[in-house]
């Protein structure tokens, strides 16, 4: 992947307003969200696969349409 991709007006405006949010948290507070974070970008990734296993028929109970 070459190309960059730019974030919306809105976009740049929320990661602004976060990164004040995240500078005022102390570093175990930080630290916590992070790992939040973290979990549900794996829990996220997870549901995206399985969307995509059965659209794509990829899941082992698909039934054909």
Partial sequence: MDQTIELTLEQ???LRSF???V???SREQAQEFLLAQYRYM???ETIYQELLK???NLDQNS???
Wanted: net charge negative.
């Fill in 63 to 65: 039934t054909s349409r």
């Fill in 23 to 25: 500078q005022q948290m």
């Fill in 42 to 44: 794996m829990v996220r």
């Fill in 19 to 21: 990164s004040d949010q």
């Fill in 12 to 14: 740049e405006f929320s």
């Fill in 54 to 56: 059965h659209e794509w």
